[in-house]
């Protein structure tokens, strides 16, 4: 139904298109709707044929669009003046076709509208994990999305158009369009609707869905989108090594999102909070690498630690774990710190101590980063970035002295790096190595920040890698010798999705690796999840948890961790 739209369309007529079945009851439905009823104009005479409902303004024809002669012939019967300016909408109709029918339907419209603009909203990227998820959702709704083969890109679909007799065609992915054609303030209108903190699945979904404008005629060119810049995030030409990295499965069923992880020994993995397919949990587990493989046990804590997701869980020198941060909810920021202490006599029970710290208590927060950093012989846990329940970004640095436990304010000199939350933060030569995250624009980040201890406290210095790593966040990271490696995440370049970045800090060089994932059996989604280095022979790393609620095409979450093999990232 056309919307009152204050005069703005005055003179124009809607023609509605459907399946004669579903246009009939739509028609039955307007029919004895009085408030839809109202909104029509004086009906026309009524017609027969195809047409369902006949005003001034707004025609219900129907017929099937893939037939083209019945489809003209109605257009034409329904009083449809082929030379006048006109839009086409489809949203999500076309795919769902052969490919071959769809195209014709394309072919057709710019034939007989010479003064047209085709508006098309539908799916890409089939191949990826996200698309995977895609594509089975529909398949499973016996709707499968057919110009996906065909046509799987943005680039693809502008070059469908114009071979089929459009003039000029722009094709935006709707990252693109979100953030490189909405204003920056209604952005932040819709954005503070309500609580919203699925970034990773938004920026994913908006990956795989495109907005499509082509036009036919001088008078129509004008209403075209204007072309967006290469990417959201910047033009970005990273260096890719020929090599993938190979994944294989570990045979044990775990699964979550938003834990944190760290070794608690050379066999065990401390996992602390998350959520999985039961819900949000305080539950603490560790897995277990024996002489027969990984197993996971939970782990009876002497307290509570509460719920929380997107927390940090820190190692200590000196041994323990530090809890701090995350959320219940993104109305509920956690606010208890613990330290968490395995028992020696087994790896089912463990200590945890709650934190009573003095000074000055930092602002609530999750996705922030926290490491141990060290000054004059002293440790504290670095703590910087995140969001919270008021802040969309938070670009404090906070220092938790970890022998008094206090919240100590330490000389901080240099640029500080922008605002920023789910990025990564590694302990390095004393100070801490800063990557990546989600800025203050909803933009990925891509830069390098090292903060490096001196006599009076800090000094932030930016590391300028060549070429520039893709920008990306939710990741994890990891240093490696002066190897800093970034693992998963999410961007919004076009190739693929992120595997692992390598950045040598002693060239300030970096190389993509991709991931071989042929021997997993699932889509693998490296976002939300946790990674820790093994200390075996071999380097590898060891990934857990993962996923994400897909919107409509509902939750996956990695049924099992996996292993990469490093050697040729480390070669």
């Excluded at 819900?279 to 603490?284: F, K, L, M």
């Excluded at 800063?434 to 624009?441: A, E, I, P, Q, S």
């Excluded at 071989?516 to 976002?527: E, I, K, Q, Y």
């Amino acid at each position: 139904m056309p919307q009152k739209t204050d005069g703005a369309l005055d003179g124009a007529v809607v023609f509605e298109v459907d399946f004669p079945d579903v246009a009939r009851r739509k028609a039955a439905l307007i029919g004895c709707n009085g408030t839809l009823r109202g909104m029509l104009d004086s009906c026309l005479p009524s017609l027969t044929g195809p047409v369902c409902i006949s005003s001034g303004q707004y025609r219900l024809l129907g017929v099937d669009v893939r037939e083209e002669l019945q489809v003209e012939e109605a257009l034409g019967a329904a009083g449809l003046d082929w030379a006048a300016p006109t839009l086409i909408l489809s949203e999500v109709v076309l795919t769902y076709m052969e490919t071959q029918r769809s195209d014709a339907v394309i072919s057709w419209a710019a034939k007989l509208l010479p003064q047209s603009l085709f508006v098309m909203y539908e799916q890409i990227h089939p191949h990826d994990p996200f698309g995977r998820i895609m594509q089975d959702h529909f398949l499973k709704l016996n709707s499968t999305l057919h110009a996906l083969r065909q046509y799987p890109d943005t680039s693809a679909q502008t070059r469908r158009f114009l071979d089929k007799g459009w003039e000029q065609c722009v094709c935006l992915d709707m990252n693109h369009f979100y953030l490189g054609l909405i204003s920056e303030e209604e952005r932040g209108r819709v954005e503070n609707l309500e609580p919203f903190d699925e970034h990773e699945e938004w920026h994913q979904k908006c990956s795989h869905y495109f907005i499509l404008t082509a036009s036919r005629g001088s008078l129509m060119q004008q209403a075209l989108l204007p072309p967006a810049p290469a990417s959201p995030a910047g033009t970005i030409s990273p260096r890719w090594s020929p090599a993938a990295l190979n994944v294989r499965t570990v045979p044990v069923c775990l699964e979550g999102l938003g834990m944190a992880s760290t070794w608690i020994s050379g066999e065990q993995v401390l996992l602390t909070g998350g959520s999985n397919r039961g819900g949000r949990g305080a539950e603490t587990r560790v897995l277990l690498r024996g002489q027969e493989g990984w197993r996971t046990t939970r782990v009876e804590t002497s307290v509570d630690l509460s719920v929380r997701l997107y927390h940090t869980a820190t190692p200590l020198p000196g041994g323990g774990v530090v809890v701090y941060g995350g959320r219940s909810s993104p109305l509920s920021p956690t606010t208890s710190i613990f330290i968490v202490t395995p028992d020696a006599c087994g790896p089912a029970t463990a200590s945890a101590e709650p934190v009573v710290c003095t000074g000055e208590t930092p602002p609530p927060r999750w996705r922030h980063a926290a490491a141990v950093v060290t000054h004059q012989d002293r440790n504290f846990l670095f703590v910087f970035g995140g969001k919270n329940q008021s802040e969309y970004v938070l670009g404090d640095v906070s220092f938790l002295s970890l022998d008094q436990q206090h919240w100590t304010e330490l000389p901080v000199e240099g640029a500080a790096p922008a605002a920023r939350h789910s990025h990564s933060a590694c302990s390095y030569q004393g100070g801490v190595l800063v990557f990546g995250g989600l800025g203050r624009g909803g933009l990925p980040l891509g830069d390098t920040v090292a903060l490096r201890p001196n006599e009076r406290g800090f000094c932030w210095e930016r590391i300028d890698v060549q070429p520039p790593p893709v920008p990306r966040y939710s990741h994890c990271a990891h240093v490696v010798g002066d190897k800093l490696l970034v693992v998963g995440g999410v961007w919004m370049h076009s190739d693929g999705v992120p595997g692992v970045a390598v950045i040598d800090l002693s060239t300030c060089t970096s190389l993509e690796f991709s991931l071989d994932t042929t021997s997993v059996p699932w889509p693998l989604m490296l976002h939300s999840f946790c990674s820790e280095l093994s200390d075996t022979e071999h380097p590898e790393l060891l990934l857990i948890g993962g996923g994400g609620n897909c919107f409509s095409f509902g939750t996956h979450l990695n049924p099992q961790p996996v292993v990469v093999d490093l050697r040729p990232a480390l070669a």
